[in-house]
Nanobody, 124 residues
Framework: QVQLVESGGGLVQAGGSLRLSCAAS????????MGWFRQAPGKEREFVAA????????DYADSVKGRFTISRDTSKNILYLQMNSLKPEDTAVYYC?????????????????WGQGAQVTVSS
């Protein structure tokens, strides 16, 4: 059974930092692109960042470029999202996702596997 489990969420003041982790189990995602999405109350799920199978190609939403960094440790099957200079508008539930292809997708419909989500709250 495939499982993606996020950790590292929490409450932080504006300007602070958090690092989310996503541990994958049940299969190896070494040949899979992975991504982070987020969903705020009353809003649709939106793309945050994605990384291809090798880690050599990444993509970010304009709203997080220069502040967030996605990375992966393929040997440990762990995906990371380093979030710096956090803003109140970054408040959301953050989801880790994996797809059955090596290339990136910014569309949540392109991902087959999802974690349960981690709450990130940024206070002003």
């Amino acid at each position: 059974q495939v499982q993606l489990v996020e950790s590292g969420g929490g409450l932080v003041q504006a300007g602070g930092s958090l690092r989310l982790s996503c541990a994958a189990s049940g299969r190896t995602f070494g040949n899979s692109a992975m991504g982070w999405f987020r969903q705020a109350p009353g809003k649709e799920r939106e793309f945050v960042a994605a990384i291809n199978w090798s880690g050599g190609n990444t993509d970010y939403a304009d709203s997080v470029k220069g502040r967030f960094t996605i990375s992966r440790d393929t040997s440990k099957n762990i995906l990371y999202l380093q979030m710096n200079s956090l803003k109140p508008e970054d408040t959301a539930v953050y989801y880790c996702a994996a797809r059955s292809f090596v290339s990136i997708s910014t569309n949540h419909r392109g991902y087959s596997y999802w974690g349960q989500g981690a709450q990130v709250t940024v206070s002003s």
